[in-house]
């Protein structure tokens, strides 16, 4: 039976995490500073030998209970962290306040993983939660987006280091926890001005960072590896002036037996039922077009007319040209993507990218996971 450790694990993402990995027959250890949360989470998991360990993981004395985890451990979820300090800069932090947020967000996960190093099974996959704030500076906050991006290069640093494990980083984007509806039912948080920059009009939920974070971390030989996946209604890709209505919850999301449309993509025909009624729209005529960025353009006309379609993933070519006019094309490819997600977004449509050799698994979870889009990704492995 694989085992996954989840740090954070008492509440939110964390929990939601727990519950998709148990539901899945993985043994869960639970790992927090909340020792109650941890306990009824524990509780409510089906199967009898999941772990909860109460801990503080900025305090180096309390590494030494991860020595009671029995190996091999095959995936590490690294969700703690806190949110920083609203209302106050970084010239306004005292050393030990700074110190603090840079301890639990971007240090936290190297502890870790030193600690588990004897208990990690080879290719263990290690996915660390850091957020869009590592993407872009949100000011006063504190010490929150630097400590944010720091876990974010130090991933990426450990991906390139340790080929041994499958390392990659889930950045959500504006998540509807139990904190924010607090905030929206006391009147301290206004839902429409909080939404007004995701394209898709909506905040996303923890259950859809959850499901991200086992689509990273679950399978042996996972598609994205190596990786910053934003995983946040378009928020990262918009750079507009615009403010978007807020939308219905249910946005982007697909029918539990969605068909897919495949149009110019035919190494994919056995891989998709064909579809009477798709939601999902497969295109692929911008992978080998001796003009790929008319081909997208086309693709994106032909989405935009179909009657019930929420989702289009594009097959975009490889991007492994290092020339000039290669570079600048590739580059335009990827901003329709994004402009494409801004454009479409409102009425809960998504558009993402594949570049590259296309793998099923990999656009199946593109299609149907509800709150990312404007993302071009490109697979791990081979597709079979």
């Known amino acids: 039976m694989n085992k996954v450790v989840i740090t954070g694990a008492a509440s939110g993402i964390g929990r939601e995490t727990a519950r998709i990995f148990a539901d899945a027959g993985w043994t869960c250890v639970l790992l927090d500073l909340d020792g109650e949360g941890l306990a009824a989470v524990r509780a409510d998991l089906p199967g009898g030998s999941h ?15 991860l020595a009671a985890i029995e190996g091999p451990v095959a995936a590490v979820i690294c969700n703690a962290g806190a949110s920083g300090t609203p209302g106050r800069g970084i010239a306004d932090l005292t050393p030990g306040e700074l110190d603090a947020a840079l301890a639990l967000n971007q240090q936290a996960p190297l502890r870790m993983l030193a600690a588990l190093e004897g208990q990690l099974a080879h290719g263990a996959r290690v996915v660390a939660v850091s957020s869009g704030a590592g993407l872009r500076a949100i000011p006063l906050r504190g010490g929150y987006s630097p400590s944010k991006a720091g876990l974010i290069a130090a991933m990426m640093a450990l991906s390139d280091a340790r080929t041994d494990l499958a390392v990659s980083v889930l950045c959500p984007g504006f998540i509807r926890t139990a904190l924010v509806d607090r905030l929206i039912a006391g009147g301290q ?6 939404v007004a920059k995701i394209p898709l009009g909506r905040m996303g939920t923890p259950q859809e960072m959850a499901d991200a974070l086992f689509f990273l971390a679950a399978p042996a030989d996972p598609p994205l590896r190596g990786c ?7 928020s990262s890709v918009f750079g507009g002036s615009v403010a978007y209505a807020q939308g219905p919850d249910t946005s ?9 449309a495949l149009r110019h993509a035919d190494d994919l025909s056995s891989a998709f039922p064909p579809a009477t009624t798709p939601q999902a729209v497969v295109d692929g005529r911008a992978r080998h077009a001796p003009d790929p960025v008319q081909a997208l353009r086309a693709a994106a006309a032909d989405f935009a007319a179909t009657e019930g379609a929420v989702s289009l993933t594009l097959l975009l070519p490889a991007d492994d040209d290092p020339s000039p006019a290669a570079r600048g094309q590739a ?13 479409l977004g409102p009425p809960g449509r998504r558009v993402n990218a594949v570049q590259g050799r296309p793998d099923p698994v ?14 071009v990704l490109t697979s791990a492995r081979r597709a079979p």
């Open 252 to 260: 982007g999301q697909l029918a539990p037996d969605a068909g897919f």
């Open 362 to 375: 990999l656009i199946d979870w593109i299609a149907r996971a509800g709150f990312l889009t404007g993302q």
């Open 51 to 65: 772990q909860a360990v109460a801990m503080d993981l900025t305090r180096d004395a309390d590494y030494a209970a």
């Open 228 to 234: 910053v996946l934003s995983v946040d209604g378009g």
């Open 331 to 343: 580059a335009a490819l990827r901003m329709m993507v994004a402009t494409l997600a801004c454009e």
């Open 189 to 194: 948080l206004d839902p429409a001005r909080a």
